[in-house]
């Protein structure tokens, strides 16, 4: 295939997965976000870094934010949100860890493109689903001509952005300036 033609068939498979979002559980998403100060957050791979880029943003936010596998994170308790990404929903190593952070008393949501994936449906307290195409799984999904999980690791990133925007434009006393304000000035 060639560029234009990748370029236009991607747009609309990220166009289908919007679409398709269920805008009750997105508005429920990001209000729990905005409710809890105190959010912890893990994911791998490509999806992962999604998932860091979302901690960086939350962080700008004003939000205590901890990335699990950081060996500076603190203990997770009960008042305290865990927000793990699992393209296919049971990841062995991220369901142990939710696992953990649930009999600790945390807030386990689980972001998937696979919501009958065990973590997502036995462990999470809340599933965002984002409905694309992801490795392994096995819901019903926007199919994509892309390996593995790459349209589900795309609209992850820019589902997380955006929620970000949406959260600023919904809070009075938070801007874009302010949150330029939190970042890093060791560059």
């Given at each position: ?23 009750n ?48 994170t ?22 142990y860890?939710c ?26 307290d ?11 799984g ?18 992850l ?9 949406m ?21």
């Amino acid at each position: 295939m060639d560029f234009k033609t990748l370029y236009k068939t991607i747009n609309k498979e990220h166009e289908q997965v919007f679409d398709k979002i269920d805008q009750n559980g997105l508005r429920e998403f990001i209000d729990t976000v905005k409710k809890y100060n105190r959010i912890f957050l893990i994911g791998v791979g490509r999806e992962g870094l999604a998932t860091r880029s979302f901690a960086m943003r939350l962080m700008h936010m004003g939000k205590e934010v901890h990335w699990i596998w950081d060996d500076t994170t603190p203990n997770i308790g009960p008042g305290d949100l865990v927000i793990a990404t699992l393209g296919d929903g049971q990841i062995g190593h991220i369901n142990y860890v939710c696992e953990r952070a649930k009999e600790a008393g945390g807030f386990i949501y689980v972001v998937t493109g696979s919501p009958s994936g065990k973590t997502a449906k036995n462990i999470a307290d809340k599933v965002l689903f984002l409905p694309a195409a992801v490795y392994r799984g096995t819901d019903e999904v926007v199919p994509s001509i892309q390996p593995m999980g790459n349209l589900f690791e795309q609209c992850l990133w820019i589902l997380f952005d955006m929620i970000i925007m949406m959260i600023v434009d919904e809070t009075p006393d938070l801007s874009f300036e302010k949150m330029s304000a939190r970042h890093r000035n060791i560059e």
